[in-house]
């Protein structure tokens, strides 16, 4: 929970009340006033921590800041081509542990002249792409934990 969540909800506590009285326009200076009690109420330290925790920030975890982003915008449509098979980017590597460095650099060149081509991705490109920037996601939250043990 974050506080702008709390904020809504005390606001709308402090809001209903006067509107009960009165279902007229609210004063500008009365609603700042009440807007000043409600985020009293909300923006508790207790709130504020679990906003950042909530984010990935703190504790920092590169992963959870990156799951929370926006997905990008598709590309846009091109004539459809005929999926051919990608043989150097098949399931086994998909799906196996880490890939060694030269089977890694032998389906990262395949995903180059991949992504080169024109028209849409195969799902097996596409797959592969997942699986790579999740590790590299991966890679890097181990890094950054690796260097603050070491600087610690």
């Known amino acids: 929970m974050s506080v702008f969540a709390p904020l809504k909800r005390a606001l709308a506590v402090e809001t209903d009340s006067v509107a009960r009285l009165d279902p007229g326009r609210v004063a500008r200076t009365e609603w700042t006033q009440m807007y000043i009690r409600a985020r009293e109420k909300a923006f508790t330290s207790s709130n504020i921590v679990n906003g950042w925790k909530a984010t990935g920030l703190q504790p920092l975890s590169p992963i959870e800041v990156l799951s929370k982003l926006p997905e990008t915008p598709s590309r846009a449509t091109s004539t459809p081509r005929t999926p051919t098979r990608t043989p150097d980017l098949d399931t086994a590597l998909l799906c196996s542990s880490p890939p060694d460095g030269t089977e890694l650099r032998r389906a990262n060149t395949v995903l180059r002249n991949e992504l080169a081509r024109p028209g849409e991705l195969s799902s097996t490109t596409k797959r592969y792409i997942e699986r790579m920037t999740r590790a590299l996601e991966m890679a890097q ?12």
Do not use: F, G, M, Q
């Not at 939250?141 to 610690?152: D, G």
């Open 141 to 152: 939250s181990e890094n950054v934990t690796l260097r603050k043990e070491l600087k610690a």
